[in-house]
Each structure stands twice: as C-alpha cells, then as structure tokens.
C-alpha cells in the first residue's frame, strides 16, 4: 500500500499492525492514484492505478511515462497547475489530473478520475442542441415568412397555397416534437413491451402495403417464420428502414427484405440500391439528427431521427442493428432480433 512504504522493512508484523486506516482507504479507492518521489519516480500506485496501466509492484520504482507510457501526464507533473485533464493518447482516455503533496517533503500524490464518458456525453448534448435548433430553425423561418405573405392580402389562389404551406410546415414541426417525445420515452425506460407471436413475412408484406413504396419490393422470408415479440414496436422499426430505403433509392430500383435464423436469433435485412454510405458513418447514422449528407432537402431526406427511434426500439425489443455495404451495391441494414424477446419485469 501506499501509506506502508515508509514503514520499516525490518519488521513485516509490526507493519501490518499498524497499517494506517487511510492508506487502506486509498488502496481500494475508486480512482487512480500514483505516489512519485523528488525526482519524479512513480514509488507506488493504488489498486485502481496497478489495474489500469498494468503496473508490475516489482518494477517500481521508475519513470512516470515508463510506468504509464503517457507523456500528457509528465506535463502535467511539470506544470503549475495542480489540477488538469489530460488526454492518454496510448490507453485512448481522458482523465482528470489531480496533484496534492504527499507525506514526506518532495512527494507528489497524483490522482486520476476517468472522465471519457462525461466529455463524450457533454458533446453529444451539445451535438444534440445544436442540431435541434437547425432543424427547427428552418420550419419556423418557413412559418414566418409565409405568415408575412398572408397578412400581405393576397389573391385567393396564393392564400391557399400559402395556406397550405403552414399546414405543412406545422406538421413537420409536430413530427420533430412526436419523435423527440418517443426517443425519451424509450431512453427513460418509460416503454412497456407487449409481446405475441406473429408471423414476420405477414407483417413485412402489411408494413409494404401500408406504405404504399411505389418500387419492387423483393421479399425473401422462411414460411411460417414466427417471432414472438412487440409487434407494434418491430413494425415502425421495420417501416423506419422501409421509408429510409425508399428515401435513398433511385426511382424505380428495388428494395430486398430478407429473413432468416441465425442460432436464438431471426435477422431482418433491409437493402436499397442507393448511392450507400462510407464506412466513417455506419456508427453515427444511428445518432439523433445525423444525416450524411446535409444538402439533402428536408423533405427528400427526413430529419436524422428515423433511424435513431430505430435503434432504440430494437434494443428495447433486446436486439441490435448494424448497417453495411451490400457486395453489389447499395446499403443494407440488418435487425438482430431474440427470437422470443423477454417482457418487462
């Protein structure tokens, strides 16, 4: 331990005796911390620290970047500063550096807090807000202006259009707000799952007709292929990639739904024959708001929550989704579904 270093080497059973209470706290404390000497020298290093950069007891002392293969933090050690963040290029983290003095003259206890996940968080809230006022923004330019039109009384023919055009723009507005409601409903786990079993090519062939797609659609499901989960919450995830296909195909190319068992899992794939999309954005087309390809009109290319409410029903639903390049071209999204998905307890 920490606190036992200086206690003398000659007398193991005495040490343990008096063990400092404090230095046992600091053992098992939920954060990193490295004791260094005058010189710099990491003497010792706390559970959480040994854990985290894979220290050898046995080969201390030595240099901090030797221990910690981290130059960040020697500049923190050499700063002013007795707290800072840095950024640990070779364990891909950041944490948060803090100094204090250690119990002999010249010793240097350094603390760290990993706090990767809070500066990711505090970005995407930020992406989030940033993004939700541009996509607002526009509908209610778009209000405005023709509201301005209106009271400017204009011939019968262009108040109705002008009319027309405020329905419009309202209901994308209430579309965002819908969408927004049921993304938080999901992520605060206020969605109850109600399963049954049901037939997928039945439900593939409904989601189709229902939405009226005016291109082939190719369907290659197993008969009386049956799955047992929220039917309600797989149909809009279903329609979602339905419509996104739909949305970025050339005009009268066909879209393929594919089924089929993999193990306890019933994957649904969904392929277009679009441009696609580079391999930088499979990860990110699932985030609220992101769209690849930001020229696109709103209309034409929807809002970028699509296929995020998509994800989360999935996983709601105890599945995954993923999205690749089909060999021939195109896009393919794929649902990964248990096949009798588990109730709310």
Do not use: C
């Not at 049956?226 to 797989?234: E, G």
């Amino acid at each position: 331990m920490i606190w036992d270093r200086g206690r003398n080497e000659q007398q193991p059973e005495r040490r343990v005796a008096q063990r400092d209470p404090f230095g046992a706290l600091l053992e098992s404390a939920p954060v990193m911390a490295l004791l260094l000497d005058a010189e710099g020298h990491v003497v010792a290093a706390n559970r959480e620290a040994r854990e985290f950069f894979e220290i050898e007891q046995d080969r201390l002392p030595a240099s901090l970047v030797e221990v910690t293969l981290e130059a960040s933090l020697l500049e923190v050690l050499d700063s002013t500063t007795t707290e800072a963040e840095a950024h640990l290029v070779h364990h891909r983290r950041t944490v948060l550096v803090k100094l204090e003095p250690g119990m002999r003259a010249g010793e240097t206890l350094m603390f760290m807090t990993d706090v990767t996940e809070l500066r990711r968080l505090a970005t995407v809230r930020q992406e989030f807000v940033a993004n939700l006022v541009h996509e607002l923004k526009t509908p209610i330019t778009s209000l405005r202006l023709t509201a301005e039109s209106l009271l400017g009384d204009p011939s019968p023919k262009d108040r109705h259009r002008f009319a027309d055009r405020l329905v419009r723009e309202a209901d994308l507005l209430s579309k965002i707000i819908d969408n927004l409601r049921q993304l938080g409903d999901i992520e605060a786990r206020t969605m109850a799952v109600e399963t049954a079993q049901f037939d997928l090519g039945e439900l593939v062939l409904e989601s189709v007709t229902r939405l009226g797609i005016e291109r082939p659609v190719n369907t290659d499901i197993p008969p009386s292929l049956s799955v047992t989960s929220d039917r309600p919450k797989l149909v809009q995830a279903l329609d979602n990639l339905l419509d996104n296909a739909a949305k970025f195909s050339p005009p009268g190319s066909a879209i393929d739904v594919t089924a089929s068992v993999a193990g306890d899992e019933v994957l649904v794939s969904v392929r277009d024959r679009g441009p696609g999309i580079s391999p930088e954005h499979w990860s990110r087309v699932f985030e609220r708001f992101y769209k690849v390809d930001r020229a696109r009109p709103r209309e034409a290319g929807g809002f970028g929550l699509g296929l995020a409410i998509t994800k989360h029903l999935v996983q709601v639903l105890g599945g995954r989704i993923w999205t690749e390049t089909a060999r021939d071209g195109g896009q393919v999204f794929t649902i990964a579904l248990p096949r009798e998905v588990l109730t709310n307890p």
